[in-house]
């Protein structure tokens, strides 16, 4: 079964840092790795989709890598803002999508 | 493109009643998939339907979810009689093809109380 960790479980920093979440996971048989974002009460926003071919993958501000081998995806936020404060899943996604239990940013002003 | 809907966003009921949730997938998506967020665990996995059908139910806790998508568009999730430990956010996402990845609703608080 699949085991998806994501580590530090929450993290404070002060605007204008960049930034990197980890996530591990158990099995590399992996189809593709999700990274989303969840805002208190609202759902889960896709930022980034990294299939298990590929390495990396950029979207504005935001980096994730993959290395399938390892079993370890990173996401890394350059020049963060408040407006970054969320929790951040990572999901990889097998014979099903498996979830972290997220990392809770903080971005102080 | 319309997102994933679900609704209703917020449900509070009393222990032994019945409540149905729905989603509505993205138009296309023949992949449909309902997951759950208990307080403190991580998003966990319920079943998938592939139009109509069910692909994969071993996520569903117990014979009181009942899941179902009629026709193959929107689907329900009902929950009958409800428990407290049924509390959580519902969420659904819908997925043209597994490596496009999943588009996600903006999930269904439930409280049971």
């Known amino acids: 079964k699949q085991e998806v960790t994501q580590i530090p479980a929450a993290l404070s920093v002060p605007e204008g840092e960049n930034l990197v979440l980890n996530c591990s996971f158990t099995?590399?048989?992996?189809?593709?790795l999700q990274w989303f974002r969840q805002d208190p009460g609202k759902g889960l926003t896709s930022l980034l989709l990294?299939?298990?071919?590929?390495r990396e993958q950029t979207s504005g501000r935001l980096n994730a890598s993959l290395d399938k081998s390892s079993g370890r995806s990173t996401l890394y936020i350059a020049a963060s803002q408040p407006g970054d404060s969320a929790t951040y899943l990572c999901a990889v996604n097998g014979n099903q999508f498996y979830f972290g239990t997220g990392t809770s940013l903080t971005v102080i002003p | 493109e319309a997102g994933v809907t679900q609704f209703p966003s917020h449900s509070v009921i009393e222990k032994g009643q019945t409540v149905t949730l729905r989603c509505d997938p993205i138009?296309?998506?023949?992949?449909l998939y309902w997951y759950r967020r208990v307080m403190g665990k991580e998003i966990k996995f319920l079943l998938h339907f592939v139009k109509e059908s069910k692909q994969d139910e071993s996520g569903m806790p117990n014979n009181r979810f009942l899941a179902e998508r009629t026709g193959g568009t929107y689907s329900t999730l009902k929950v009958q009689p409800a428990e407290l430990e049924d509390s959580g956010v519902y969420f659904c996402?819908?997925?043209?093809?597994?490596?496009?990845?999943?588009?996600f609703g903006s999930g269904t608080r439930l409280t049971v109380v």
């Open positions: 099995d590399s048989a992996i189809y593709n």
């Open positions: 990294i299939q298990s071919s590929q």
């Open positions: 996402a819908s997925s043209q093809d597994k490596v496009y990845g999943y588009t």
């Open positions: 138009s296309g998506h023949d992949n």
